[in-house]
């Protein structure tokens, strides 16, 4: 039985709590937190300190799903307990944070959806894409963005919190600099620091393009789908509420929780000198996706009205 640490037991740390509780050949020995928000349950022990926890249950993998401010700290001192480490999205928003040290090569990002049906062997040997469109469409309203969530430098935009499985696997899909990007971000109703809708195309170098389009003010139902246009003119459909159901169908997509335990299972796999799931993200690839985020963001025109909702 692999002992589990979990970091972080607030909204994101009770789904993995869910997940972990039916992983097979994996128990939680601790949660670790210095203000959970969620019911930790009976029996497994609860420290107010990363660090503390790690000397008092030497984990065999531990999952972080602390905020971004202080999620990567947390997975580099796992890995230097000698731990596999699974950290829950985007980790950072500081692409300058991913300088690497010893022990990232344990250390993989939570992209749950990139484990969906038929994107190992996508990722596996990559298809000729020449145009990627990320689209979502999500309701969140003015009191999900509390806490952490409030600020960019602890949680970043749109794009880091919302469409970032769709622009991760778009650009792991898509080797190339950016040479040109086209954004616009619009705030209209007070979400603290975050916006309501970002539109971007990006252009690599080589021609290839990933269009952009994330909205939380979405009426209707949600949703998050990456197409990806190939040089033989095909389409590649990746759907579902998160790009949960790969390229298979909708109604048989698994659950967020079957996605997690695959996730755990490979991470360890790894950690015990197997061959790397071609859905894994390491540490080191997610530098690549936040770099164009904050070109995004930087280059963007910023649009603050009260009627732009309706745009």
Known sequence: MKRVLLVGAGEVGAKHLTALAGAPGLAVAAVADPDPRTEVPPGIPLFASCRTAL????????????????????????????????????????????????????????????????LDALLAEPAAVVRAEVLLAVRRDPGYF???RRTYATAGGVLHQQAIHGVALALR???????????????????????????ATITLSGGATVHIDARVDHDGPPAHELVLHLAD???????GRNLEAGLGAIAAAPTH???????????????????????????TALRRPLEVIDR????????????????
């Open 233 to 239: 003119r095909r389409r590649l459909h990746v759907r």
């Open 173 to 199: 899909l898509l080797p190339g600099d950016v040479e040109v990007i086209d954004a616009e971000v619009v705030h209209c109703r007070g979400l603290a620091e975050t916006e309501d809708h970002v539109t």
């Open 257 to 283: 929780e079957a996605l997690r335990r695959a996730m755990y299972a490979a991470v360890l796999d790894t950690a015990e000198d197997r061959p790397a799931h071609p859905c894994l993200f390491p540490l």
């Open 296 to 311: 995004v963001y930087r280059d963007a025109r910023v649009v603050r009205a009260a009627h732009a909702a309706a745009a």
């Open 55 to 118: 000397t008092a249950v030497a984990p065999d993998l531990v999952v972080v799903a602390a905020p971004p401010g202080t999620a990567l700290a947390a997975a580099r001192d796992a890995a230097q307990a000698g731990a596999a480490v699974l950290v829950e999205k985007p980790g950072t928003t500081a692409p300058a944070a991913l300088v690497p040290q010893p022990g990232d090569g344990r250390i993989f990002v939570a992209f749950q959806p990139h484990f969906a049906p038929g």
């Open 146 to 148: 509390r806490g952490w």
